[in-house]
């Protein structure tokens, strides 16, 4: 027989009594607040179009690379799962997720994805070998309603905004599509982009040199030449802003910052437009870009996201077969005291400008990042990330980063995904986890409980509203 599936209402609380019950009625008064993602990589053709999904691997498995990532881990291959192979049969790929449920157990995505079968689909019992079928079979024909059509989904999770990523090569016309749709009265969903520049910022980037070949065509500048390159990127930034863009996003191997004189940056442009570029000058060029971008920020009023500390693509027979997102980015530690002093020293006394930072290197949380945004008016840290978006990993940065930089230079929750469903799964883990550190707080009588219940507010809806200008 197939085990229930059960959802706890005390799920990620204290185990202490007293504090639980303060995490309870804590919760209460945000579990129902609208949602706001100010930071993600769903696809907003998604919303532009409406279109059902076809089913339920290629809802629930094939954007989710944390979900293919494990299995891929235990030597499951990519194209029996149908990434990127479209000969899969999507019930056998479905199969084989199933059958190696057991291995997600303890990880987020297991949490996540029990709130999606529960809470979206209505399951009680298990996701296992044994129901598989059941489960593809329900979902299959769940996504053939309009009940579960994109817009449908956004507003029954009470979204309120999703800002999507995309390239300055991005012609934006999903989010051309979605204006439309909302000016007709068709839809209310707002769904804006994030200008993310990597493609044409990055000497070492795939295809670097066609990018800004793009880049000119699309901005009307010569990208080939370092003042035509300046203005293609405020022209197209100029347009994302126009199609409802707040926010920018960088995401840089390091955190490395550079400020060069202009003559400087002009030579280093020169090389690394070359025909061959040095990892040197690769590294120096995207430092100084980066605070070029915040200056750029400082004038038209984008937030600046910097997502760094990755090492894109360890795997190079996945890249090379799968190409990027399949899984094979590695977190790295990361300089940051020394990283960003150039871009502070230049830009981090605006407070007029918002920075927000963001890490996967957990060790230096105390170290450097709460010292740094405890004190630079333009700096704001960025919630838990990626491998660290995690019932643990967000108890680490609140109790490390509230200390020196307290919550009010961070900036609530975003949940950085591109597996849809899982949004309001993710929203609901953080509350759950804030609303638990700050019932300890009460309970050691650090904190009023009426504070504790506008900082839960703030924590889980404010604060990301009131950072990324929503």
Request: proline content about 6%; glycine content about 8%.
């Amino acid at each position: 027989m197939p085990r229930p599936l059960l959802l706890s209402p005390d799920r990620l609380f204290p185990s202490d009594p007293a504090q639980r019950d303060i995490a309870r009625r804590l919760y209460k008064e945000v579990a129902d607040l609208p949602i706001v993602s100010p930071h993600g990589h769903t696809d907003p053709g998604w919303f532009a179009g409406n279109a059902p999904f076809g089913n339920a691997a290629e809802l629930l498995l094939h954007p989710d690379h944390y979900i293919f990532r494990m299995l891929y881990s235990q030597g499951i291959p990519l194209d029996a799962l149908g990434i990127r192979n479209r000969d899969a049969e999507p019930r056998e790929s479905w199969r084989l997720f199933a059958g190696n449920y057991h291995l997600f157990r303890g990880t987020p995505s297991r949490m996540w994805m029990d709130w999606v079968f529960a809470e979206a689909f209505g399951f009680d019992v298990q996701f296992s070998a044994e129901t598989s079928d059941l489960y593809y079979d329900r979902i299959t024909e769940a996504l053939a309603t309009d009940a579960f059509r994109p817009r449908a989904l956004f507003d029954r999770f009470g979204i309120e905004v999703i800002a999507t990523t995309e390239s300055p090569l991005d012609t934006l016309e999903h989010h051309a599509a979605i204006r439309t749709a909302n000016e007709s009265g068709e839809w209310g969903g707002r769904v804006i982009t994030a200008y993310r520049p990597d493609p044409v910022v990055d000497p070492e980037f795939e295809g670097f040199r066609d990018n800004l070949q793009r880049f000119s065509e699309l901005s009307g500048e010569d990208a080939f030449s370092y003042a035509g390159y300046l203005a293609a990127h405020r022209n197209r930034r100029a347009f994302f802003a126009e199609m409802g863009a707040t926010s920018t996003d960088h995401g840089h191997p390091t955190a490395a910052t550079a400020d060069l004189p202009y003559a400087e940056a002009e030579v280093l442009f020169a090389r690394v437009t070359g025909d061959k570029v040095s990892a040197a000058d690769a590294e120096l060029f995207r430092a100084h870009m980066l605070t070029v971008m915040a200056g750029m920020s400082l004038d038209d009023g984008l937030v600046m996201q910097i997502h760094p500390g990755a090492f894109r693509n360890h795997n190079p027979w996945l890249f090379d077969h799968y190409g990027r997102d399949k899984g094979a980015d590695i977190p790295m530690s990361t300089d940051y005291v020394h990283a960003l002093r150039p871009l502070l020293g230049r830009y981090g006394n605006e407070a007029g400008l918002t920075i927000i930072l963001f890490t996967l290197d957990e060790t230096s949380y105390a170290r450097e990042l709460a010292p740094l945004a405890g004190h630079y008016p333009a700096l704001k840290l960025g919630p838990a990330w990626w491998f660290h978006d995690s019932p643990e990993g967000m108890r680490r940065f609140r109790s490390q980063m509230t200390e020196t930089a307290g919550f009010y230079n961070s900036v609530g929750f975003n949940d950085d995904t591109r597996a849809f469903l899982s949004i309001p799964a993710r929203h609901d883990v953080a509350r759950r986890i804030d609303c638990g550190f700050l019932a300890q707080l009460v309970a050691e009588h650090r904190m009023a409980e009426w504070e504790a219940a506008e900082l839960a507010a703030d924590l889980s809806y404010n604060l990301a509203k009131a950072a990324y200008k929503l």
